[in-house]
């Protein structure tokens, strides 16, 4: 007969020795954390979350943007200052608590040993700390898929309708926190009926994990109609990124798993002439440990225990890699493969717990050595701090009572930073779906004079708001495009051309504009 055998208690060394790598966990994501500045993706998150409730779910129903980040996010946000590190002081925590849940998860399934080689090696992994120092929802993605492995671990072993319940919130909150949750979700119940095919008594554990699952489907009906409507929006959403799908196929999977190495530059790789030397190494380490640790699965408390972490990182990984084949690209190699990595990196640990305690010493020292380069990178460089320096420019340059409108997908980060530097300058979007939209515009909403007239009306209402209030100017910030020429030209036959000038951030200008009838400012 199978039976589970259950790990032991926590020793007083094994819980100072989780301590000290808490400690480690949390220098390596505090570190200069408010140092760089936000870019669009973090401010629109920030923006977003300073909303009151009662507007925030209606506007991401409308943004088809999964919800549970924002409202965790509500927390940190100030809305007295741009305060980078608060922001993302959300995601450290997160990240901290999920190098405790990796310990557990892993010390269930594997062993002690096990638990804290994983716990040590998501400390220091480079691809998790630099999710762990971004204000965006990739460390939450990660701790509920881990902590619904721990729920349904757990079930398995003690099935009841509490575990049961436990598990289906788990499974929820995946689902709740982005888009591609449903992948992971999967992941983790493939990894459920994993155990359950090696139990000898089934019937209990599998109607706590039914109950499980009938709870994340019934709670995500309410939120399904609006992940369906966004469905067709997706492939446009993702155009920027379809020739580089196309030429690096098939090899997506394998450069995840290269990506979720020690030696990878965090967070997106998509070319493998852009990866670091120290992938190589770190990959092929990865690997042997990988293997030496499913040959001796044999040792593992939990019957199926390695089958059922291979489905929880294969099963994702191959769901996302599908949809991109036949629907969507959307397999960005180190962004959406992110929430994998706890997975990988208990099948890494599992291998290393086999080795004698030197050997095992020395290959940690190895992982810590690969690492070092891409951590250096991404705790010395600032590369995010264009974004903050526009709106420091902006804010010596615009008046109170002048108008800016945005041609160009950064309305978030301006929107975020100007509301405490410059709060009276009124912020436009053109076109004006962008407001709602501010990432990627379909232009196919407006065929033929929609255009035109949407131009039309922009640059009528930034010139009837610079009368009421006084103002003299619109700044136009745009992006090389050749719909915005559209907006330039309602604006060059209604008011005086100004500067324009270069902002040297992906192709950005800003032009100015000056009323007719008006005077230039400062």
Same mark, same amino acid.
């Given at each position: 007969?199978?039976?589970?055998?259950? @790990?032991?208690?926590?020793?007083?060394? +094994?819980?100072?020795?989780?301590?000290?790598?808490?400690?480690?966990?949390?220098?390596?994501?505090?570190?200069?954390?408010?140092?760089?500045? *936000?870019?669009?993706?973090?401010?629109?998150?920030?923006?977003?979350?300073?909303?009151?409730?009662?507007?925030?779910? &209606?506007?991401?129903?409308?943004? /088809?943007?999964? &919800?549970?980040?924002?409202?965790?996010?509500?927390?940190?946000?100030?809305?007295?200052?741009?305060?980078?590190?608060?922001?993302?002081?959300?995601?450290?925590?997160?990240?901290?608590?999920?190098?405790?849940?990796?310990?557990?998860?892993?010390?269930?399934?594997?062993?002690?040993?096990?638990?804290?080689?994983?716990?040590?090696?998501?400390?220091?992994?480079?691809?998790?700390?630099?999710?762990?120092?971004?204000?965006?929802?990739?460390?939450? =993605?990660?701790?509920?898929?881990?902590?619904?492995?721990?729920?349904?671990?757990?079930?398995?072993?003690?099935?009841?309708?509490?575990?049961?319940? *436990?598990?289906?919130?788990?499974?929820?909150?995946?689902?709740?926190?982005?888009?591609?949750?449903?992948?992971?979700?999967?992941?983790?119940?493939?990894?459920? *009926?994993?155990? *359950?095919?090696?139990?000898?008594?089934?019937?209990?554990?599998?109607?706590?994990?039914? =109950?499980?699952?009938?709870?994340?489907?019934?709670?995500?009906?309410?939120?399904?109609?609006?992940?369906?409507?966004?469905?067709?929006?997706?492939?446009? +959403?993702?155009?920027?990124?379809?020739?580089?799908?196309?030429?690096?196929?098939?090899?997506?999977?394998?450069?995840? %798993?290269?990506? =979720?190495?020690?030696?990878?530059?965090?967070?997106?790789?998509?070319?493998?002439?852009?990866?670091?030397?120290?992938?190589?190494? $770190?990959?092929?380490?990865?690997?042997?440990?990988?293997?030496?640790?499913?040959?001796?699965?044999?040792?593992?408390?939990?019957?199926?225990?390695?089958?059922?972490?291979?489905?929880?990182?294969?099963?994702?990984?191959?769901?996302?890699?599908?949809?991109?084949?036949?629907?969507?690209?959307?397999?960005?190699?180190?962004?959406?493969?992110?929430?994998?990595?706890?997975?990988?990196?208990?099948?890494? #640990?599992?291998?290393? $717990?086999?080795?004698?305690?030197?050997?095992? !010493?020395?290959?940690?020292?190895?992982?810590?050595?690969?690492?070092?380069?891409?951590?250096? !990178?991404? %705790?010395?460089?600032?590369?995010?701090?264009?974004?903050?320096?526009?709106?420091?420019?902006?804010?010596?340059?615009?008046?109170?009572?002048?108008?800016?409108?945005?041609?160009?997908?950064?309305?978030?980060?301006?929107?975020?930073?100007?509301?405490?530097?410059?709060?009276?300058?009124?912020?436009? @979007?053109?076109?004006?779906?962008?407001?709602?939209?501010?990432?990627?515009?379909?232009?196919?909403?407006?065929?033929?004079?929609?255009?035109?007239?949407?131009?039309?009306?922009?640059?009528?209402?930034?010139?009837?708001?610079?009368?009421? /209030?006084?103002?003299?100017?619109?700044?136009?910030?745009? +992006?090389?495009?050749?719909?915005? +020429?559209?907006?330039?030209?309602?604006?060059?036959?209604?008011?005086?051309?100004?500067?324009?000038?270069?902002?040297?951030?992906?192709?950005?200008?800003?032009?100015?504009? %000056?009323?007719?009838?008006?005077? #230039?400012?400062?």
């Amino acid at each position: 007969m199978v039976k589970i055998r259950l @790990s032991t208690p926590s020793s007083t060394s +094994e819980r100072l020795a989780i301590a000290a790598i808490l400690v480690l966990a949390a220098i390596l994501r505090l570190t200069a954390l408010g140092r760089d500045g *936000l870019w669009t993706d973090e401010c629109h998150g920030a923006v977003r979350a300073s909303l009151p409730l009662s507007r925030l779910i &209606p506007q991401l129903a409308a943004e /088809h943007q999964a &919800p549970l980040y924002y409202v965790v996010q509500k927390l940190f946000v100030s809305t007295a200052d741009p305060s980078e590190w608060r922001t993302r002081l959300s995601s450290v925590l997160l990240g901290l608590l999920t190098v405790v849940v990796i310990w557990l998860v892993a010390r269930m399934i594997v062993s002690v040993r096990a638990g804290l080689i994983s716990a040590f090696l998501l400390a220091i992994s480079p691809l998790h700390v630099h999710y762990c120092r971004e204000a965006r929802n990739y460390a939450l =993605l990660t701790l509920v898929t881990l902590v619904a492995m721990w729920a349904v671990v757990r079930l398995i072993r003690r099935p009841t309708v509490g575990a049961g319940l *436990l598990a289906g919130v788990a499974l929820l909150a995946i689902l709740y926190t982005h888009d591609i949750g449903a992948v992971y979700a999967a992941g983790v119940l493939v990894a459920g *009926l994993s155990l *359950l095919v090696c139990l000898p008594q089934k019937r209990a554990a599998l109607g706590a994990l039914a =109950l499980a699952f009938g709870i994340a489907v019934l709670g995500y009906l309410p939120w399904l109609s609006a992940v369906l409507s966004r469905s067709s929006a997706i492939s446009l +959403e993702y155009d920027w990124f379809l020739p580089i799908w196309q030429r690096e196929l098939p090899w997506q999977i394998g450069r995840s %798993l290269a990506a =979720l190495s020690h030696g990878s530059m965090p967070p997106i790789r998509n070319h493998v002439r852009e990866l670091y030397w120290t992938v190589w190494p $770190a990959l092929g380490l990865s690997a042997l440990l990988l293997g030496l640790g499913l040959w001796r699965r044999e040792k593992w408390p939990l019957p199926g225990g390695a089958i059922a972490l291979g489905g929880a990182l294969f099963t994702p990984l191959f769901g996302i890699f599908v949809y991109s084949l036949l629907i969507s690209p959307v397999y960005i190699v180190g962004r959406v493969d992110s929430a994998a990595l706890p997975f990988f990196l208990i099948l890494i #640990a599992a291998g290393v $717990a086999t080795l004698s305690s030197r050997i095992a !010493v020395g290959t940690l020292i190895a992982f810590v050595g690969l690492a070092l380069l891409p951590l250096q !990178v991404d %705790l010395t460089l600032d590369t995010r701090s264009q974004e903050r320096n526009i709106a420091r420019y902006l804010t010596s340059s615009l008046g109170d009572s002048d108008i800016l409108v945005m041609a160009c997908p950064y309305r978030s980060s301006q929107e975020y930073y100007l509301r405490f530097w410059k709060p009276r300058v009124e912020i436009r @979007s053109f076109p004006t779906i962008r407001g709602l939209h501010p990432f990627w515009i379909d232009w196919n909403e407006y065929p033929g004079a929609a255009l035109d007239l949407d131009a039309r009306n922009v640059a009528q209402g930034a010139d009837d708001a610079l009368r009421r /209030h006084g103002g003299e100017r619109v700044w136009v910030m745009l +992006e090389t495009d050749p719909h915005n +020429e559209v907006l330039l030209r309602e604006f060059r036959s209604t008011m005086a051309s100004g500067p324009r000038v270069g902002l040297q951030y992906m192709g950005l200008e800003l032009a100015c504009f %000056l009323r007719l009838d008006g005077h #230039a400012g400062k």
